[in-house]
C-alpha cells in the first residue's frame, strides 16, 4: 500500500521512540503514581483539547506544584477510558528536547529532526484510523525567539503554522512570569493558547495527596509510613522549607525520610518521627533538634 503521508508511520514511530516520552504507554506499564486531587485541572485541560479552535493548553504554575502530574493524570485517563470518544486512545508524547539536542551542529540540525516529528503527527490531524497526538512540552517558554540562551530558541516558530491551521494539540508547562515574559509577548502564539493555571496545594490537600501515594513508597521502601507521620512533613516543610512548593517538598522529604530510616535501621516497622526531622535538617541544612 502507498504511503499517504510524507512521513511514513515508520519514521514517525522511530521519531517518537528517539526523541518522546510516551506518558500513555508508560501508564500502560504501570510506570506512574496515581494522580489525584486535580480534578478541576483535568476538567479544563480536557474541555480545551476537545475544542475546534484553541485547542492548545498551557499549565502555569510555580515549580514543584505539580505540572508534569497533571500531564501524566491526562494520560492515566485516556488509559482508563474516562474521556470523550474524541480522545479516545490518544496519545500523550513528551518531547524530550534536549535529547533531540544531541549532536546536533546549529539550529537547522535541530529543525531536521524537530520538523518531521511535528509533521507526522500533524498530517495524520484527520485520519480517523490513527489516535490523536498530544505534544508535551516542559518550560515551554524556551522555544520562543526572545528567550536568550535557550538551545531551542525558535522552534516555537516552527510550530506556529501546524498550531495555526489546527492540525496538532500542544500542552505546554511554564511558571506564569516565563509565560508572561516570553509568550504573551508573541500574539500569534499567545492566542492559540489557553492558560489553565494550577493552584499551590494546602496543607489539607497535600495530605490527601500523601495519603494516596504513601502505598507506592511503603511497597518500595518495606515499611509503613503513619498518618502522624505524614502530618509532620507537612508542618515542618511548611515552617522550614517555605521558598519550595507543595506537594513536591513533601514528597522528596517522604521518600528521603524512609530512605534515612531503612539505611539506619533496615526495612520493616513504621517510618519514624526522628528519620523525618533528620531528613528536613539535612535539606535545610540545620541540626535536629531544632526541629524538635
Known amino acids: 500500500?502507498?504511503?499517504?503521508?510524507?512521513?511514513?508511520?515508520?519514521?514517525?514511530?522511530?521519531?517518537?521512540?528517539?526523541?518522546?516520552?510516551?506518558?500513555?504507554?508508560?501508564?500502560?506499564?504501570?510506570?506512574?503514581?496515581?494522580?489525584?486531587?486535580?480534578?478541576?485541572?483535568?476538567?479544563?485541560?480536557?474541555?480545551?483539547?476537545?475544542?475546534?479552535?484553541?485547542?492548545?493548553?498551557?499549565?502555569?504554575?510555580?515549580?514543584?506544584?505539580?505540572?508534569?502530574?497533571?500531564?501524566?493524570?491526562?494520560?492515566?485517563?485516556?488509559?482508563?477510558?474516562?474521556?470523550?470518544?474524541?480522545?479516545?486512545?490518544?496519545?500523550?508524547?513528551?518531547?524530550?528536547?534536549?535529547?533531540?539536542?544531541?549532536?546536533?551542529?546549529?539550529?537547522?540540525?535541530?529543525?531536521?529532526?524537530?520538523?518531521?516529528l511535528c509533521r507526522g503527527m500533524a498530517e495524520r490531524y484527520h485520519a480517523p484510523e490513527y489516535p490523536k497526538y498530544i505534544i508535551f512540552i516542559d518550560e515551554i517558554h524556551m522555544i520562543m525567539p526572545t528567550?536568550?540562551?535557550?538551545?531551542?530558541?525558535?522552534?516555537?516558530?516552527?510550530?506556529k503554522p501546524y498550531l495555526t491551521v489546527g492540525d496538532l494539540h500542544v500542552l505546554g508547562a511554564t511558571t506564569h512570569d516565563e509565560y508572561r515574559i516570553y509568550v504573551k509577548e508573541d500574539p500569534a502564539l499567545d492566542r492559540r493558547f489557553q492558560q489553565v493555571p494550577l493552584e499551590v496545594p494546602t496543607p489539607e490537600e497535600t495530605y490527601h495527596i500523601l495519603q494516596l501515594l504513601r502505598n507506592s513508597y511503603e511497597t518500595h521502601h518495606k515499611l509503613k509510613i503513619p498518618d502522624d507521620g505524614l502530618r509532620l512533613i507537612i508542618k515542618l516543610t511548611e515552617e522550614f522549607l517555605p521558598r519550595r512548593n507543595q506537594p513536591d517538598k513533601s514528597i522528596i522529604i517522604m521518600d528521603?525520610?524512609?530512605?534515612?530510616?531503612?539505611?539506619?535501621?533496615?526495612?520493616?516497622?513504621?517510618?519514624?518521627?526522628?528519620?523525618?526531622?533528620?531528613?528536613?535538617?539535612?535539606?535545610?541544612?540545620?541540626?535536629?533538634?531544632?526541629?524538635e
Request: charged letters at 25%; hydrophobic letters at 40%; one cysteine or more.
Open 147 to 159: 528567550c536568550e540562551g535557550s538551545s531551542y530558541r525558535g522552534l516555537s516558530e516552527v510550530m
Open 256 to 291: 528521603g525520610a524512609c530512605a534515612w530510616h531503612v539505611m539506619k535501621n533496615g526495612v520493616g516497622g513504621d517510618l519514624s518521627l526522628d528519620s523525618i526531622r533528620k531528613m528536613v535538617s539535612i535539606e535545610c541544612k540545620i541540626h535536629p533538634d531544632a526541629l
Open 1 to 116: 500500500m502507498v504511503n499517504k503521508f510524507l512521513v511514513t508511520d515508520d519514521a514517525l514511530e522511530e521519531l517518537i521512540f528517539q526523541y518522546c516520552r510516551d506518558y500513555t504507554t508508560l501508564e500502560r506499564k504501570g510506570r506512574f503514581d496515581r494522580i489525584s486531587g486535580r480534578d478541576r485541572e483535568l476538567d479544563e485541560t480536557i474541555l480545551i483539547l476537545l475544542q475546534k479552535g484553541r485547542k492548545n493548553a498551557v499549565l502555569l504554575a510555580p515549580a514543584g506544584v505539580g505540572k508534569t502530574a497533571l500531564v501524566v493524570g491526562l494520560a492515566q485517563k485516556i488509559v482508563a477510558g474516562d474521556v470523550p470518544e474524541y480522545l479516545k486512545n490518544a496519545r500523550v508524547l513528551e518531547i524530550d528536547l534536549s535529547s533531540m539536542a544531541s549532536g546536533t551542529s546549529g539550529p537547522a540540525d535541530f529543525q531536521s529532526r524537530f520538523i518531521p
